[in-house]
């Protein structure tokens, strides 16, 4: 069997936007910074609200400007793109100050994780779409090889329609006691899995969200200290009949472990995987199997994949499909099965949860 290997790769605008970023922590060191300075992002400004953080980070990775504020940065003319490098809290009302600015923003994950922001989020993106503002989410495991790789396919109906999908956690969890991640309720569910939650969503397109089951557990082990469980469970159940499930067991020890995923359908299956060196991804239909080849690793280029989508979609005026409204429908997933723990794993039922297409309405490399 020989099949054309779509073009999985980060795409750029041949001109690129200037970006500012609001922030100076660890993932814009470590992730967002080194994914720009790969593919040729020109970052023309940094603020945060610790100074000699953001001075640090721009004498590190040769920032021109450091700016006192917020503000001062939006009033920037070389700044066309805000990139949000900071936690949830309090990320709407910076959106909206970036939006009112006319800046196009890419938005750190989870969007949002509280409920009671939702409706104010709703508003934000409203004014967005009346001023054409692209506003996207940097849901950066959509553009790991082997995931993006996958998507591309099932977008291509390789497989068929999706019948499920499951998820299995064989490494170690980052660390988590004594972190600010730590103080998150339901963190796994709540923070950790939403980029496992979001990919599943994107080979789920078309269908409506029926039930959300989940559950999170101490494990042996597991040290006093950590206030959250490390153990969880997630099943999605959808309209057209297919269902996934996400299954996390604990911090696995292994020397060499990943993240495998399956996505079985009508025509076909695709297996693979992501994570620490175990990325692969092979297509078994009509009686073959073939390997596919994969270039790039989640981090950083997933960074950069997140990025060069909404700055495509700036240059081509049209929605990212990494755009917050879609995004929307992998925010009310996790709330959905934050919920359900919170109710022992009862299932959820969302109302209108639609898993609507990527708004960018393209099924190539982006």
Not at 38 to 46: F, I, K, M, Q
Request: charged share 20%.
């Amino acid at each position: 069997m020989t099949v054309e290997t779509p073009d999985h790769r980060p795409s750029f605008p041949e001109r690129r936007s200037g970006v500012g970023i609001v922030g100076a922590g660890a993932i814009a060191r470590s992730a967002h910074l080194p994914a720009y300075r790969e593919w040729d992002v020109p970052v023309v400004a940094v603020t945060s609200r610790n100074q000699a953080d953001a001075t640090a980070l721009a004498a590190d990775f040769g920032i021109e400007t450091v700016h006192a504020s917020l503000d001062d940065l939006l009033a920037d003319p070389r700044v066309e793109i805000v990139d949000l490098a900071t936690g949830p809290h309090g990320r709407v009302e910076l959106i909206a100050a970036a939006v009112a600015a006319g800046r196009h923003v890419l938005a750190q994950k989870p969007l949002i994780s509280d409920p009671a922001e939702l409706p104010r989020l709703i508003e934000v993106l409203d004014e967005a779409h009346a001023r054409g503002v692209r506003v996207a989410v940097n849901q950066n495991a959509r553009w790991a090889p082997a995931w993006r790789l996958a998507t591309l396919l099932v977008r291509e109906g390789r497989i068929g329609d999706v019948v499920g999908v499951t998820h299995l956690h064989d490494k170690p969890l980052p660390p988590l006691a004594g972190t600010p991640f730590d103080d998150v309720p339901h963190m796994l569910l709540n923070d950790y899995l939403v980029h496992w939650i979001d990919i599943t969503r994107c080979w789920l397109e078309g269908s409506s969200v029926v039930a959300v089951a989940a559950s999170d557990h101490r494990v042996p082990a597991q040290p006093a200290d950590a206030r959250n469980p490390w153990g969880a469970d997630l099943r999605i159940d959808v309209s057209s009949g297919a269902s996934a499930a996400i299954r996390i067991v604990g911090s696995v020890t292994t020397h060499a472990g990943g993240c495998p995923f399956w996505i079985h359908g009508t025509e076909g299956t695709l297996r693979g995987s992501v994570l620490l060196g175990s990325d692969h991804l092979v297509l078994d239909r009509d009686g073959d199997s073939i390997r596919f080849p994969l270039e790039g690793q989640w981090f950083t280029d997933g960074f950069a994949g997140a990025m060069g989508e909404l700055q495509r979609a700036v240059a081509e005026q049209r929605e990212p499909e990494n755009a917050a409204a879609q995004v929307l429908a992998t925010v009310r997933m996790t709330m959905a099965a934050v919920e359900s723990a919170e109710q022992g794993g009862a299932p959820v039922h969302p109302i209108d949860l639609e898993l609507t297409a990527a708004l960018g309405g393209r099924s190539g490399a982006a």
